[in-house]
């Protein structure tokens, strides 16, 4: 009874941490990483790098195959994605078909370059789910911490205005965030 207790209470702790169907880390762990790597960023005079990135048409995809076969392409990007990354750099969900990305230690110039991996990372090869083969893209939105996003309230909010400006110019692209005087 102990021992299953136990591995319950283990489930429960790593489910707390990690979106099941991805295997990376939740919504909020990320949050808590990227809020973490911008205050090592302002406290170091350095700078971190958040990424939006969201499969495109994938409700076209819900729609042609159904949910499970939207599912195994969500767990399937996820994959790509971190194959991509470095060591440090954390991964996670973001929403249903978003993810995000913390890239600690990242100039402007390294965030368009780790944005074209990631972008040719899933754009480049197909896609094979249980009941189809197909090709899909992200588009990526980022924004630079802190100099463009001072706290995790800014940083979303950019890194989210980046996402929409890019799938407005053209889905599977990326954006970098900039100030306007608007």
Not at 140 to 148: D, E, L, W
Not at 167 to 179: D, V
Request: glycine share 6%.
């Amino acid at each position: 009874v102990v021992n299953e207790r136990h591995a319950e209470h283990e489930r429960l702790a790593y489910l707390s941490r990690v979106d099941a169907l991805t295997g990376e880390v939740n919504r909020w762990n990320l949050t808590e990483a990227l809020n973490a790597a911008i205050e090592d960023a302002s406290r170091t005079r350095g700078s971190s790098a958040f990424l939006l990135a969201s499969i495109d048409n994938l409700s076209h995809l819900n729609q042609a195959y159904g949910y499970e076969t939207a599912d195994d392409a969500i767990s399937a990007v996820a994959k790509r994605l971190r194959a991509k990354l470095r060591a440090g750099d954390v991964l996670g969900r973001f929403s249903g078909n978003t993810f995000g990305v913390v890239l600690r230690n990242c100039t402007a110039d390294e965030m368009a370059i780790a944005a074209d991996r990631l972008l040719s990372g899933v754009r480049d090869d197909v896609f094979q789910t249980k009941t189809a083969q197909m090709a899909l893209t992200i588009t990526v939105g980022g924004v630079i911490a802190p100099r463009h996003a001072r706290d995790l309230t800014e940083a979303l909010a950019h890194a989210q205005e980046a996402l929409d400006m890019a799938k407005m110019r053209r889905p599977g692209s990326f954006y970098a965030y900039r100030p306007t005087i608007e």
